[in-house]
């Protein structure tokens, strides 16, 4: 029952009932299970980091007495818990090296440190996974949220991956973890998973144009132009729709809208992106992460983005008045409303049924 003490623990730092247990999955050690219907958005975990570590650090032997004199000052419980993880190393090392190398995860994107978090460290990864996993650092712990409704009895999972790869890539990714990757994405029939890939390989080429986008060396692009920029975010938006993605890319891509749209000086659609951008990010993360609280501000006052700049006709663009639902989203996005309009119909009004799932929250 040592698990269970260990969750508990974690409970009691949030102040709250655990909605997790650490229980044997078949085939995949143990894992996170689900106690009760955990509603999307919600935070499912909220922990503290056993130790923090600098995986940069190339010295092992600093490293090693590092984490030994780290694992002295925890109590002999903490301490069986820590030897207890998988370690996917070997013990060439040692085991206290093994040990951190397979289980500590990154105090946000590029960080240069990383954290061990025992109760997190039991999550088993999904290519297409019901919950995310972010360091907080204005509270200073590692948070997993919910990213859809998760069942009483359902395994809580999240992606080892930075970035969702086509199949073969995940797969020998994952395969330096030791293991195959059997989630619901990876073991899908052929040729759904070649849908899939395909549909991955748009958005990592949406989000080259984007990049392109913003890169001021490249300003002479034809994606440089305002209705042009939104198509492509636009675009990823739809793309990820199909996939049945519902991960932090969400968030970024109305983040990017946001972006787009103070770019070119339009307050008015930047303060409904941003709006978005908020509710997305608050499912993802929290209203307490460092990324809602910046997105809060833009929410009230859009200029205040540095890649703000006046329009150049120096006019505030009207909100339209008695739109429809999917004639609005046309208007939002700057997508010509008699171009394919009854293809384009059918996948505007899909991406509103997300948004309203999003704005749910
Ligand atoms: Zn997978």
């Given amino acids: 029952m040592e698990e269970a003490s260990v ?19 078949p085939g995949k050690g143990l894992g996170l299970i689900a106690t009760k219907d955990i509603p999307k958005g919600t935070r499912i975990l909220s922990e503290l980091p056993l130790f923090k570590v600098s995986p940069g650090e190339s010295n092992r032997q600093i490293l090693t007495d590092h ?9 002999k419980e903490k301490q069986r818990a820590f030897l207890d993880l998988p370690n996917v190393y070997g013990l060439d090392d040692g085991p206290f090296l093994g040990i951190t190398r397979s289980n500590a995860m990154p105090l946000g994107p590029d960080a240069p440190q990383a954290g061990l978090f025992l109760d997190a460290a039991r999550i088993n990864h999904s290519c297409r996974p019901n919950a995310h996993k972010s360091w907080n650092a204005n ?30 890539v995940r797969q020998a990714l994952l395969k330096r973890l030791l293991f195959d990757c059997k989630c619901e994405l990876c073991s899908a029939p052929r040729h ?91 499912v993802v993360e929290g209203d307490d992460s460092p990324l809602a609280v910046e997105l ?19 006019k505030e663009v009207e909100l339209p008045r008695e739109l429809s639902a999917s004639q609005f989203e046309k208007w939002l996005w700057k997508q010509r409303p008699d171009v394919g309009e009854e293809e ?9 049924s997300e948004d309203e799932d999003d704005d749910d929250l």
Wanted: net charge negative; with cysteine; hydrophobic share 40%.
């Fill in 7 to 25: 969750s508990d623990e974690a409970a009691a730092q949030v102040g709250s009932e655990s909605l997790y247990a650490i229980q044997p999955i």
């Fill in 67 to 75: 984490i030994t004199k780290a694992l002295k000052d925890l109590d």
């Fill in 139 to 168: 509270i200073v712990r590692l948070t997993v949220h919910a990213l859809c409704d998760i069942k009483q009895g359902q395994e809580i999972t999240i992606s080892y991956l930075e970035i969702t790869k086509i199949y073969v």
């Fill in 192 to 282: 759904r998973r070649q849908q899939s890939d395909g549909r991955i390989h748009a958005v990592e080429m949406v989000e080259m144009g984007l990049h392109m986008y913003f890169s001021e060396s490249l300003s002479y692009l034809p994606a440089h132009d305002y209705a042009g920029g939104l198509t492509y975010a636009l675009g990823m938006f739809t793309e990820l729709k199909a996939e049945g993605a519902r991960d932090a890319r969400f968030p970024g891509v109305y983040h990017t809208a946001f972006k787009i749209s103070v770019k070119n000086g339009d307050k008015t659609r930047a303060k409904i992106f941003a709006e978005r951008a908020y509710a997305a990010r608050v």
């Fill in 296 to 314: 809060a501000q833009f929410v009230e006052e859009p200029t205040r983005h540095p890649l703000y700049r006046p329009s150049a006709d120096g």
């Fill in 344 to 352: 384009d119909e059918d996948e505007i009004e899909e991406s509103e």
